[in-house]
């Protein structure tokens, strides 16, 4: 007879207990809708400030491409091809299989400096320095700098065969001395068929005598230069630059103030 009243007492709850009960969810309810609603303006707040975020970065890099392209547009081409302050005369503009190219026009006399194609003889030579002619945004994150501040052009091909930097065009006045690129000696001086009265020098280099390393465009050839005449690199004086441009247009004239006049170096293997 006890066990069944227990039973009726357990199933059946009081008023005041169900009226807690149910006060107790109602809190609760509300609690849990206050913190999702916490929740959502806080991941409101995230969001706006990820956008902010990205919005400026976006904006920045806009005014980094625009200050780049404001400050290379039309200054590129014009661009001085050294610092004479901080190169000697024997700096080497570019290599060729492993050996160094000096230039042949003391730094304060240079006037630009260009690679073209010249034909499917010559070799490859490796250029030092910045690229004018690339991207502007590209060198601004890309090296090549230089200490003495070497930058040079990739001119057009204008259909001549050939690997892009076979010839290089250094430029300089008419009459402006002209040095050895290279050490070694004199194989020989011919004339040369692009400019009547200009000439060809052509140096077998002491450190690879299969290599031969041309220097056109010169004339007045100094006294004592001849073939087997040793020469040093930034020493040797072989000549004067030729007025190239009194005949033709050289196409230097293009990123120099200048008619453009030079010398151009190329190098071959023979054997």
Not at 118 to 135: F, K, T, V
Not at 168 to 184: C, F, I, N, R, S
């Amino acid at each position: 007879m006890v066990e069944p009243t227990r039973v009726r007492e357990g199933r059946h709850s009081s008023p005041s207990a169900r009226r807690s009960g149910s006060t107790n969810g109602s809190s609760n309810d509300r609690i849990a809708e206050r913190r999702e609603a916490r929740k959502v303006a806080q991941e409101g707040v995230y969001r706006r400030r990820r956008v902010l975020a990205v919005c400026l970065f976006v904006l920045g890099v806009l005014a980094l491409v625009v200050a780049v392209f404001a400050g290379t547009s039309g200054a590129a081409e014009r661009a001085v091809p050294i610092d004479p302050n901080n190169a000697g005369p024997d700096t080497v503009l570019a290599e060729v299989a492993g050996l160094d190219i000096s230039t042949p026009i003391r730094p304060a006399n240079l006037t630009g400096l260009g690679y073209h194609p010249e034909g499917d003889s010559l070799m490859e030579m490796a250029p030092r320095g910045r690229n004018l002619s690339s991207n502007a945004l590209f060198n601004l994150f890309s090296g090549g700098s230089t200490p003495e501040n070497i930058q040079y052009h990739m001119m057009d091909s204008a259909g001549r065969p050939g690997f892009r930097t076979g010839a290089m065009d250094v430029g300089a006045e008419a009459g402006t001395t002209v040095y050895a690129p290279v050490t070694g000696v004199v194989t020989a001086i011919r004339p040369d068929p692009m400019l009547q009265g200009a000439n060809i020098v052509e140096i077998k280099t002491s450190e690879d005598s299969d290599v031969r390393v041309s220097i056109s465009l010169v004339r007045d050839i100094s006294e004592g230069i001849g073939p087997d005449k040793p020469v040093t690199a930034g020493m040797t004086e072989l000549g004067e630059v030729a007025d190239s441009s009194a005949v033709l247009t050289p196409q230097l004239s293009e990123i120099t103030d200048d008619a453009g006049n030079h010398v151009t170096i190329s190098a071959t293997r023979v054997g």
